[in-house]
């Protein structure tokens, strides 16, 4: 059982690493490309790019390793089953879980390595990641600027702001829309002709000039009080003692598990006497999912492992090539799965716990479905060859 044990995890381990490496460049390389084009454009330093692509690398990596798990097992027994070892292995006794225990305790393994990046290495990577993006914005204020695109970064203090393209020839921003107080009923809405973007006592400063401003009457809320105004300013920064070193994203991908239900836990205590009701809601589907998303992922290596041994036994011709077809249209029916289902629960239509878990969970049945189906069809046979007697030549 060891040499055997051993002789299939050798199969296993030179395609994994191949498939983890690729799959990881794959997904790292939007990335890649979008903040290459943003460092050249706005100037910014390469070794920043840099800092940024490996705070990124922990999030592509707990994604890729399920798939490269799965690819592996379908490579690895696609490879046996061509070379006909699979039957050789069946004529010598060798059962159907015999193969299949070293492959699943393989993939127990990496879901707990999986688990652990989720919570210690990629809440750590996500909050570095944001601080050293929020240094660059610091002091480099055009990093953040898209013509015609809503700047979301201020969206937790309840400000949004947008601008339509940029002067050449002045350096000013034009057609400045700015929405303010969005959480709170009552928002505030102005309208700039210009702005400049500063840098003024450690914060960025928006400067608008020649605008409107429409404000709710307190009294109406139907009403709104315009205001004229020549030149104002807009802080982008509220904070201006945050360190990089001290920073603490609230976002739910940047915290660890126990400090994501702490989170939830508050946020539940908080929904009676919230002003909001229905976008706390919301930050509480929101983490809910997110919370239920750092089991589901890790624990998809044991799900598309139940599904991979089976499919990899089943592969006859075609080899490794066929394998590879195969695992890349579960792993695009996985995570088309887990797209639906995050969206799902986030706005309201799903559980979170059965919008995160229902990947794994079609996968699995699927899984279990062809392992039966594996094992009933050696009975089966079997039991159809229980009369056959090898013929008797006499000379």
Not at 270 to 278: F, G, M, V
Request: proline share 4%.
């Amino acid at each position: 059982m060891r040499i055997l044990a051993r002789y299939i995890l050798k199969e296993f381990l030179p395609p994994f690493i191949i498939a983890l490496i690729c799959f990881t460049l794959m997904l790292i390389f939007n990335d890649l490309f979008r903040l290459t084009k943003l460092f050249v454009q706005k100037g910014v330093s390469p070794l920043y790019l840099i800092e940024l692509l490996i705070y990124v690398m922990p999030a592509t990596v707990v994604l890729s390793l399920p798939m490269a798990m799965l690819v592996a097992i379908l490579l690895a027994l696609g490879r046996l089953s061509t070379d006909n070892e699979i039957v050789a292995m069946k004529a010598h006794g060798i059962a159907f879980h015999q193969l299949m225990l070293p492959l699943l305790a393989v993939a127990a393994v990496l879901s707990i390595v999986d688990l652990v990046l989720i919570d210690h290495a990629l809440p750590q990577a996500n909050r570095a990641y944001a601080s050293l993006q929020r240094d660059i914005r610091r002091h480099k204020p055009a990093f953040v600027l898209e013509e015609a695109t809503v700047m979301k970064e201020l969206e937790n203090e309840g400000k949004l702001w947008m601008y339509e393209f940029m002067d050449v020839e002045s350096g000013r921003m034009q057609d400045v829309k700015i929405w303010d107080n969005i959480w709170s009923g009552r928002p505030r809405f102005s309208h700039a002709q210009e702005a400049s973007l500063g840098f003024e006592d450690g914060r960025a400063m928006l400067t608008l000039y020649d605008g409107l401003t429409y404000e709710p009457e307190t009294s109406n809320l139907d009403d709104f009080r315009i205001t004229k105004f020549q030149q104002q300013q807009l802080a982008l920064q509220l904070t201006e003692d945050l360190e990089r070193s001290a920073f603490q994203n609230q976002n739910p991908r940047s915290m660890r598990i126990s400090q994501l239900k702490a989170f939830i836990g508050t946020l539940r205590s908080t929904l009676h006497t919230s002003t909001n009701q229905d976008y706390t809601r919301q930050k509480i589907r929101s983490a809910e999912v997110e919370y239920h998303k750092k089991f589901s992922i890790p624990f998809a290596c044991l799900a598309l492992g139940l599904i991979g041994v089976p499919l990899g036994l089943m592969v006859k011709q075609g080899g490794r090539m066929l394998g590879f077809g195969i695992g890349l249209a579960v792993i695009v029916v996985y995570y088309l799965l887990l797209q639906v289902g995050q969206n799902g629960g986030i706005n309201g239509m799903l559980p979170p716990t059965l919008a995160m878990w229902l990947p794994n969970i079609v996968i699995g049945v699927f899984g279990i479905g062809f392992t039966f189906w594996m094992i009933a069809e050696g009975k089966i046979r079997a039991w159809r060859d229980r009369d056959s007697k090898v013929p008797l030549v006499v000379r």
